[in-house]
């Protein structure tokens, strides 16, 4: 079984500061992905990220980077110089087994970051 | 190219009752999944097809859930009879599995008030 933790249910961060939110994971897959989803009050799932588990590097795309520990088996976001556009849930999220083929995503239960002015 | 559509945004219903959301997925996506989020929880996998068959209904409740996917792109997920704690939003999502990250796509969903 998979499980996804999400430690911090809310956070604050003034603007144009960075951010880390963490989330630790558990898997028996060999092979599995990590991702990353921001939820704005829209409620629509945005993907933000993405970090295998045999990438030798950590994944960034522009303002996201994702500080994967394999041994700790962590994956937490950072996010540089925060906007207010940035005040959204975030959710961790992982597939496992994907030589199997079973593809869904499993979720932590979010972070609600708050990007004060 | 077109997002993940789901109809409706928004439903009331009394317990007992019966409703349906149906999802259309971006195109040429084999994939669809749908989710249940709950107020202050992540998405929780109710059910994954993949083209018209399932993958994983392993947490879809069957006394009272069904989904069908009978062409293999669109997708209704029926809830009948409704109960109080079914309140929640109602995700669907689809994949491209052939290359790269094989991130979901997700629609606005479909949030449901049981009363």
């Known amino acids: 079984a998979q499980k996804i933790t999400q430690t911090q249910p809310g956070m604050f961060v003034q603007e144009k500061e960075a951010v880390t939110l963490d989330c630790t994971y558990d898997t028996s897959d060999p092979s599995y992905g990590l991702f990353w989803y921001k939820q704005p009050s829209s409620g629509e799932m945005i993907f933000l990220i993405y970090?295998?588990?045999?990438?030798?590097q950590n994944a960034t795309e522009g303002r996201y980077s994702l500080n994967f520990q394999k041994a700790r088996k962590s994956a937490n976001l950072v996010i540089s110089a925060s906007q207010l556009g940035d005040s959204a849930m975030y959710f961790c999220a992982m597939r496992g087994g994907v030589d199997t083929g079973r593809r869904a995503l499993t979720f932590g239960s979010g972070t609600r970051l708050q990007v004060q002015p | 190219e077109a997002g993940v559509a789901q109809s409706p945004r928004y439903k009331i219903i009394e317990k007992r009752q019966s409703v349906a959301f149906w999802c259309n997925p971006i195109?040429?996506?084999?994939?669809l999944y749908w989710y249940q989020q709950i107020l202050g929880q992540g998405p929780k996998l109710l059910i994954q097809?993949?083209?018209?068959?399932?993958?994983?209904d392993s947490q879809l409740p069957k006394d009272r859930f069904s989904a069908e996917r009978l062409k293999g792109v669109d997708s209704t997920l029926k809830i009948q009879p409704a109960k109080l704690e079914d309140s929640a939003v109602y995700l669907c999502?689809?994949?491209?599995?052939?290359?790269?990250?094989?991130?979901?796509?997700f629609g606005e969903g479909s949030r449901l008030t049981v009363l």
């Open positions: 097809f993949q083209n018209n068959g399932v993958v994983d």
């Open positions: 999502a689809s994949s491209l599995d052939i290359v790269g990250t094989g991130e979901l796509f």
């Open positions: 195109s040429g996506h084999a994939t």
């Open positions: 970090q295998g588990s045999y990438d030798q």
